[in-house]
T-cell receptor, first 114, second 112 residues
Framework: DTGVSQDPRHKITKRGQNVTFRCDPI?????LYWYRQTLGQGPEFLTY????????KSRLLSDRFSAERPKGSFSTLEIQRTEQGDSAMYLC????????????FGEGSRLTVL | GESVGLHLPTLSVQEGDNSIINCAYS??????FIWYKQESGKGPQFIID?????DKRQGQRVTVLLNKTVKHLSLQIAATQPGDSAVYFC???????????FGTGTRLKVLA
């Protein structure tokens, strides 16, 4: 499978615990995005990487959220001290540098905070 | 499977009819627009895009219209099929940024 891969697909955690999601973009895609989606809403932009550099970060991303892309390939999104309001689908997308703009999305990681 | 968009605006269309899904945007600096389709439990899937220097673009069974005067975008689906049932989102990007902002979405239901 050469699409965007996300892991885990589902995560249930207790409030206050830390969680980490991983995204493997399409090979050679240098742009990588994280979005959050709640029921009834469109995806909300969280952050964007070009290679290993985090170029944009939403104000929605509190200091409990951190994203990394250390080698410019896979990325991780960590949420510390989770809150019930963090329950959502976390979507990763990638696009090649030469792309006109299309984002290729993964299937998402569903987080449920109890 | 997971349901996306329980309280989204819904458009119900008879199979074989044409569908028109609308989207309003507010940022006059938006220079690129995309329509995505999202099926239950899946990530958004690209349908068609259009740049701000165009007012119409056609794909296979889909057409996107852009009216910059009133900041309105529409997606037309010809001969709607059951497989078109999904939630549809428009997304916009501003010049000078690679951040894509998504709208709230419209659920399309195709009636047999």
């Amino acid at each position: 499978d050469t699409g965007v891969s996300q892991d885990p697909r589902h995560k249930i955690t207790k409030r206050g615990q830390n969680v980490t999601f991983r995204c493997d973009p399409i090979s050679e895609h240098n742009r990588l995005y994280w979005y959050r989606q709640t029921l009834g809403q469109g995806p909300e932009f969280l952050t964007y990487f070009q290679n290993e550099a985090q170029l944009e970060k939403s104000r929605l991303l509190s200091d409990r959220f951190s994203a990394e892309r250390p080698k410019g390939s896979f990325s991780t999104l960590e949420i510390q001290r989770t809150e019930q309001g963090d329950s959502a689908m976390y979507l990763c997308a990638s696009s090649p540098k030469t792309s006109t703009g299309e984002l290729f999305f993964g299937e998402g990681s569903r987080l449920t905070v109890l | 499977g997971e349901s996306v968009g329980l309280h989204l605006p819904t458009l119900s269309v008879q199979e074989g009819d044409n569908s028109i899904i609308n989207c309003a945007y507010s940022n006059s600096a938006s220079d690129y627009f995309i329509w995505y389709k999202q099926e239950s439990g899946k990530g958004p899937q690209f349908i068609i895009d259009i740049r701000s220097n165009m007012d119409k673009r056609q794909g296979q069974r889909v057409t996107v219209l852009l009216n910059k005067t009133v900041k309105h975008l529409s997606l037309q689906i010809a001969a709607t099929q059951p497989g078109d049932s999904a939630v549809y989102f428009c997304a916009e990007k501003s010049k000078g940024t690679y951040k894509y902002i998504f709208g709230t979405g419209t659920r399309l239901k195709v009636l047999a």
